[in-house]
């Protein structure tokens, strides 16, 4: 059996993931527990927000990496490791090179004329009016932003040589002799120690300087979907256990969200602080492999509108910050309801940045830099593409002409 351009699944998968970050973004400026740290925080803000938002951003970023993996893999088959760095420069290096600036330039911008107008000010900007008023202007502070994925997934290029050359790819077929529930049981607890060296919920890591604790834990969901793509079976097996991740992935964020609220010091602190990273360990990785599990339930399939809103999520999510921004901050002083301001928020980022990727990248060199439209097609086998044909012949795999170098 052959299969098209895309493994379906896997890429809508992952444009939910990025325009999940759009909702995530949007909901913070309602976060009470982020509402001092949060530049357009508003006033208008619900504990519901916390509760649903963190709980999704959760498992978000674990699962981009895993599909990640899955697509780096993909590329190693097709065109070896030469062919994973290539591409990996072309989309993601150079990306980062041209927008990383425009970002951080336009949100600075932004935000500084919002310190400085805003009738109901966060206190974020707040802080910033006060700051520029005694000291003249605002110090530049350089970080990734909402770009540092992009970053790591760098990192995981080079990295993956690195496991190549130590020849560390022979874990796999040891792993995959192992019962199936041994992976979701015990990799959580190994990778609870990175969690416990940050805050809960996890920052984001936006330095340049790799953090050990995001090497550690994204490097393990990268690695795990680099082994999925050579033994995707893995995944079936893991189907009749389903209801009980869902339902442990929900439990142990209640759990985490209980313990969160109650009140301790000392050695005590600490015990709950490694509680809190194994709790919340367990919850990213089973409501990971859950959102696997769905997606190659009921998004393996070729649907034009999924496909149109893959190839655009990547820009949707480059631009999307100073956009949502924008608009937030003009909120700020406009008497509305929270839940109404965060749908005008995600509602007119959306529109705005997919428009823009219609009408002004899509069939430009930009396009091709972002999604890589497939023009022709070059077929490559895989142990993936056998297990999604479900038949005993060989199939394939075609990627893109970008791909092909």
Not at 66 to 83: D, I, S
Request: aromatic letters at 14%.
């Amino acid at each position: 059996m052959t299969v098209g351009t895309r493994i379906h699944y896997m890429d809508n998968l992952r444009a939910l993931a990025m325009l999940a970050g759009v909702v995530f973004h949007a909901a913070l400026a309602h976060s009470p527990l982020l509402h001092s740290y949060w530049p357009t925080a508003d006033t208008g803000s619900s504990e519901v927000v916390d509760v649903v938002a963190w709980f999704f951003h959760l498992f978000r970023m674990p699962l981009f990496f895993v599909v990640a993996g899955f697509f780096a893999a993909l590329l190693v088959g097709r065109g070896g490791l030469a062919g994973l760095f290539h591409n990996r420069l072309a989309r993601v290096g150079r990306p980062l090179i041209v927008f990383l600036p425009l970002v951080t330039i336009s949100l600075r911008l932004l935000t500084l004329h919002a310190a400085e107008t805003a009738g109901h000010p966060s206190p974020v900007l707040e802080w910033i009016r006060s700051h520029v008023q005694e000291n003249g202007a605002l110090p530049w502070s350089f970080s990734l932003a909402h770009l540092w994925f992009l970053w790591y997934l760098l990192l995981f290029t080079l990295l993956t040589w690195v496991g190549s050359t130590l020849e560390l790819g022979r874990v796999g077929p040891w792993l995959a002799a192992r019962p199936a529930w041994v992976i979701p049981l015990a990799l959580p607890v190994l990778l609870a120690p990175a969690l416990a060296l940050v805050t809960v919920p996890w920052p984001a890591p936006e330095s340049f300087l790799p953090a050990l604790w995001a090497l550690v834990y994204f490097g393990a969901h990268f690695a795990l979907g680099y082994q999925l793509f050579h033994r995707p079976q893995w995944l079936d097996r893991l189907r009749p256990g389903l209801p009980a991740m869902l339902f442990g992935a929900v439990a142990a964020y209640a759990g985490l969200a209980w313990l969160q609220d109650a009140p301790s010091d000392g050695s005590v602190a600490l015990w709950r602080h490694l509680i809190h990273a194994v709790l919340e360990s367990y919850s990213a990785f089973w409501m990971t492999l859950a959102s696997l599990l769905a997606g190659r339930r009921w998004l393996d399939g070729h649907s034009p509108a999924m496909r149109w809103l893959a190839d655009g999520s990547y820009w949707v999510y480059l631009v999307h910050l100073p956009v949502l921004f924008a608009i937030q901050y003009e909120l700020l002083d406009v008497a509305m309801v929270w839940p109404a301001k965060f749908a005008v928020s995600v509602a007119g980022t959306l529109a705005i940045s997919f428009l823009s990727y219609a009408w002004c990248i899509r069939r430009t060199v930009f396009g091709r830099w972002l999604d890589g439209r497939r023009v022709t097609s070059t077929p490559i086998t895989g142990a993936a593409s056998e297990e999604a044909a479900g038949a005993p012949k060989k199939s394939h795999f075609y990627l893109p002409r970008n791909l092909r170098r």
